[in-house]
Each structure stands twice: as structure tokens, then as C-alpha cells.
């Protein structure tokens, strides 16, 4: 006799049906978006990514970005201090020690005198390592004194500078305090919190050293995500792409002034940032060759690769940074078909001129041991090199020529260097450097006509000083309204000087999509804002931010004398 029953057959039924309800709800799920508010989600360490995520995280953790900061290490750091090491500067001696089981560096202070200081953390590793040293009231500096592991030798990031305790520069003072000038772009999501009121710090990090949340963002939606089995919908990890993945990286590889410091991966840099671009100062050279410590995300902006859709991760790979190919197989992913290295470079592929970053991305070093290649992607100009001593690619390897020599060559194989459009550019930045008459018409036609939209704005915001002619305040004004967002923030940014006499489409930039945009012009109208108008907020709300530094503070006590 059978033992089926019919509850058997109504249990089958019931699971039969869950599970068709479960299929339904999974594939009703995976259609949508698991939205999430960055702001609302805790971030939960690169450590919780190890467990899905080994190999990633093995590539990560040998990175610049792993090392970028992080705790003394006793074993990693005794060669910087044992056997002792005296650290000879101009004519100041220095020392770095071990003392009790603590690594000290003796040197001068902010009073003037010298005292052992003991680091807590170490920023950065290869080639060079600098120490963080907690003082009063929050603060914590960055020494100036620094280690090479690979020489094994200490030495001054500033050379024979030989700053001292009264200059804003000097180690233990404001120019080098790492809550504002470093900590943001070496960790993981950090507020400042400075209290303008008692000129104290209290700085936050989510994680030391830049982790996987902050190009990904916080990370716990997505592992509630994966717990739920994937039925929550799309994975709310952020994987960037294009101009979103572009102003990720550049919130940190930019010389910038930040606007906030509530950027998450995936937000719009100029909605945080500004950059710095080339201007009436030797910040850039004249053809947007790097010239300060500049970084890369403007240089790259100014190339054509960026404004053809090239990305970061079409070069690098993005969990060691490396690139992806050594050599000119590299650039050969995308110019294989147009260009064949040795008849355009002239030179034999196996020598440095055959390589094709030794000429379009040359080498600055920084901090006397980093070398850094401009992504500007520039074409060597000599001509330039005549006429404003701006350094040139060919020039910087074959050192024994002239420039002459060098403008020759070039001019028989590439043709006549001032009918490129990067010689147009460059030219207009010399001509308002020197004051030249030609100056004014240089810049209009670059503001007009340069194909390159970052040039664009880089000659709008050079007009400001030119705002006397009505062709100026008619080209500044037509750019206003221009798609590019940092095009419409350096022309609001034009209109500084005119005193008060400003155009009526100024008005309309204060409910601009873009906040550098709303906060240039509330800038410039902040004496006819209300205390509640949100632009004026934003304003104040960036100054405040900025108070620390001697600018910031400037400007905000500006603000208040005027209203």
C-alpha cells in the first residue's frame, strides 16, 4: 500500500509555488536599480572587500594608494632611523633616531628651536616617505625631512630652500599641515572640521590610506546586496566610466581649490572642485606644460585625448595604477593605425626619442625624488623655447643643442609650428604674460574658436583683465550659457573686475546646475543676496571650509565687511 499523502502532494505545491514567486520577485528585482544615498550608508574598510575580492585586494594592497598613509611600521621604518642618521640641510643639522622603543627626529621647531618631535604616521612610501607629527589644538604636520627607502637617505623635499620657523612654508606651520593640505587625497572620506572660532582641528578618516571606498564609495549597501542574494536589485557599488570616472580621479590628482568635502565617486568634480588652470601667473608654462606642483587633471583636460574620450583606465590599470603596457605599446592601443614610431619620432623605437611619452608626456621631478609625466600630451614646440624659455621635449633630451637647432628639425618634419592650433594657444597666454598689445585679440580668438573646450576656458578667464573693451564683456557673456560647465564658471570668474557692472545674465548663474558656477557668481553679487539665498549659502558654506588658510579667511572677512 502506498504511504503518499495528500498533505505530501500540498507541500510540494507550496514550495513549487514559492519558489516560481521567488523567481519572479529575483527577476523583477535585477530589472531595477538598488538606489542609494552615499550620504546615508556607512563605510565598512577595504579589509570587508577581501573576502569576494582576494586578487583585487592583493593587487591593492602593494599600491601607491594602499600606502598612501599609514601607521609606523617598526620594521619598516627602522633603516630611516637605525643606525641614528644626521640629516645635514644648508646649514642646518637635523638627526633621526630611535629613543626607547620610538622613533624621533630631532630638528628645528616653530619656536625656533630644535626638539625631538615623534611621528605617528607615516604619507607615502616609494620613492619617498614624509613624516606626520601631531602638535596642539588638532593639528598635525608633515615634515619636510623625508626618507628615500630605496637610497635609504634622508633629505629636504624643498632642497636647499632651507625654510625657516617664520615662513608660512616652513614645516611646522600652516603651509604644511596636513588636516588641509594632504589628508583628503591620502586617506579615505575625511572631514576637517575646523573650528574657525578656536583655530582647532578635528579631523575624521573612514579608513588611512585611499581604500576601496573612495573610488567605489561606501561600501555597505553593496554588501547588504550580495547578502540578500542579489534580489535587492543592481549592485549599488560604484563602477565609473568616462568623465564621471575622470573627475573621481581627479579630485585628487588636481591642483585644486575644493568647494566642499562632500565629494562620493560619481559626483561632478566642478560641483566640489575647481582647478587650477594656466593664467596670468607662471603656474603652468604658457603651453599648459606643468610648471609648479600641478598634478595631472587639468594638464589632461587641456589635451585633446580627454576632449576625444580617452580615460584614465584606457592607460592605467586601476587597483595597482601601473599602466597597462610598457613602452609605446601603450599609445599603439589607439595609434596603431595612424602613426608608425619611427618615421614619425625620426628616432630608432629602442632609443628615448623613439618612446613616445619622452616626448608628448615629459618628466618633471617633484620633491627632489618623484618623477611625474605631464598628461597634457603637448607637442614640443622650440620656437617657444626662444621666445619665453619654455622648456621643449627635444631640448630636454639633447641638452648640448640649441634651441635653434631643435626648431630646424622640427619645422622640416612637422611643418611651421605657429600655424598649430597649440601654438595659437600658447601664444596668447605669452602675450598676456607680457602685456604684449596683441594680447587682447590673441584671447578672443582662442575664447572663440579653439576646438578644445578647457582652452576655451582657460582664455575667457584670462578676459578679466581685458573687461575695459566691449568685445570682451560680449565674448565673456556669450560664454555663460556654454555646455562645458567649467567654461561657464571662468567666464562668470571674467567678470571680477568690472566692479559691480556686471551683465544681466550674470543674475540667471546663481540657479546654475553646476555649484562652481553659482558660487562664482555669488561671489561677484553676494552685496544683493539675501542671508537665505541658497547660492549666498553655498558661498559662505565654501569659505567657511577654506578659513583655515590665509586666503579663505580673507575672503570670508571680506564677505562680512560687506554686507
Avoid at 16 to 39: C, H, N
Avoid at 142 to 157: C, G, I, K, N, R
Avoid at 315 to 330: D, M
Avoid at 522 to 540: K, M, N, T
Amino acid at each position: 500500500m502506498s504511504n503518499f499523502r495528500p498533505t505530501t502532494l500540498i507541500i510540494a505545491a507550496v514550495v513549487l509555488i514559492a519558489l516560481i514567486l521567488l523567481a519572479i520577485g529575483v527577476s523583477s528585482y535585477q530589472k531595477t536599480s538598488y538606489e542609494v544615498d552615499p550620504s546615508q550608508i556607512s563605510y565598512v574598510g577595504s579589509q570587508s572587500c577581501k573576502e569576494c575580492h582576494e586578487e583585487i585586494f592583493r593587487e591593492w594592497g602593494a599600491s601607491v594608494h594602499a600606502l598612501a598613509e599609514r601607521p609606523i611600521d617598526e620594521e619598516r621604518e627602522a633603516p630611516a632611523f637605525l643606525p641614528p642618521k644626521e640629516i645635514q640641510v644648508v646649514d642646518s643639522t637635523s638627526k633621526a633616531f630611535e629613543k626607547d622603543g620610538e622613533f624621533l627626529i630631532h630638528t628645528l621647531g616653530k619656536d625656533g628651536k630644535k626638539k625631538d618631535f615623534e611621528p605617528a604616521r607615516i604619507l607615502g612610501d616609494n620613492p619617498l616617505r614624509q613624516f606626520l607629527v601631531p602638535q596642539d589644538r588638532g593639528y598635525v604636520q608633515v615634515t619636510s625631512l623625508a626618507f628615500d627607502p630605496q637610497a635609504e637617505e634622508w633629505f629636504d623635499v624643498f632642497g636647499d630652500e632651507n625654510r625657516q620657523p617664520h615662513e608660512w612654508g616652513f614645516w611646522a606651520n600652516k603651509g604644511m599641515t596636513w588636516n588641509t593640505m594632504c589628508a583628503e587625497c591620502h586617506n579615505t572620506r575625511v572631514n576637517k572640521n575646523y573650528d574657525i572660532q578656536k583655530d582647532v582641528y578635528h579631523t575624521d578618516v573612514e579608513e588611512m590610506g585611499v581604500g576601496c571606498e573612495a573610488c567605489h564609495g561606501p561600501g555597505e549597501a553593496h554588501i547588504e546586496w550580495h547578502r540578500s542574494f542579489h534580489i535587492l536589485g543592481d549592485d549599488p557599488v560604484k563602477r565609473l566610466e568616462g568623465k564621471e570616472l575622470i573627475d573621481s580621479c581627479g579630485r585628487c590628482h588636481a591642483r585644486r581649490t575644493a568647494l566642499t568635502e562632500d565629494f562620493y565617486p560619481g559626483d561632478l568634480f566642478l560641483d566640489h572642485y575647481v582647478p587650477e588652470l594656466p593664467n596670468d601667473t607662471e603656474v603652468y608654462y604658457p603651453d599648459g606644460q606643468v610648471h609648479d606642483e600641478d598634478y595631472v587633471y587639468s594638464s589632461f583636460r587641456m589635451s585633446r585625448m580627454y576632449h576625444e574620450g580617452v580615460t584614465c583606465l584606457d592607460c592605467h590599470l586601476p587597483h595597482t595604477g601601473k599602466t597597462k603596457f610598457e613602452g609605446n605599446a601603450l599609445c599603439l592601443q589607439c595609434h596603431a593605425d595612424k602613426i608608425n614610431p619611427t618615421e614619425h619620432s625620426h628616432h630608432k623605437v629602442d632609443q628615448p626619442g623613439g618612446f613616445c611619452v619622452n616626448c608628448h608626456m615629459p618628466t618633471t621631478v617633484y620633491m627632489q625624488r618623484q618623477p611625474r609625466r605631464d598628461h597634457g600630451f603637448t607637442i614640443p614646440d622650440p620656437k617657444l623655447t626662444i621666445e619665453a624659455d619654455v622648456p621643449n621635449a627635444c631640448n630636454r633630451c639633447h641638452d648640448d643643442k640649441s634651441p635653434e637647432w631643435a626648431l630646424e628639425a622640427t619645422e622640416k618634419w612637422w611643418g611651421p609650428v605657429d600655424e598649430r592650433v597649440n601654438g595659437k594657444r600658447s601664444r596668447a597666454v605669452l602675450a598676456v604674460r607680457n602685456n604684449a598689445p596683441d594680447a587682447l585679440p590673441r584671447l578672443l580668438e582662442v575664447a572663440r574658436n579653439d576646438p578644445l573646450t578647457t582652452w576655451k576656458a582657460i582664455a575667457v578667464g584670462l578676459l578679466k583683465s581685458f573687461m575695459g573693451s566691449p568685445q570682451a564683456v560680449q565674448v565673456a557673456t556669450s560664454l555663460l550659457d556654454h555646455p562645458d560647465p567649467l567654461v561657464r564658471t571662468m567666464a562668470v570668474d571674467s567678470f571680477e573686475h568690472l566692479g559691480g557692472s556686471y551683465p544681466a545674465q550674470l543674475q540667471a548663474k546663481l540657479t546654475d546646475p553646476v555649484r562652481s558656477v553659482r558660487i562664482r557668481a555669488a561671489w561677484l553679487l553676494h552685496q544683493q543676496l539675501e542671508d537665505s539665498h541658497p547660492a549666498f549659502r553655498e558661498l559662505l558654506d565654501y569659505l567657511r571650509l577654506s578659513a583655515d588658510q590665509p586666503v579663505g579667511a580673507l575672503q570670508l572677512a571680506t564677505v562680512y565687511r560687506q554686507r
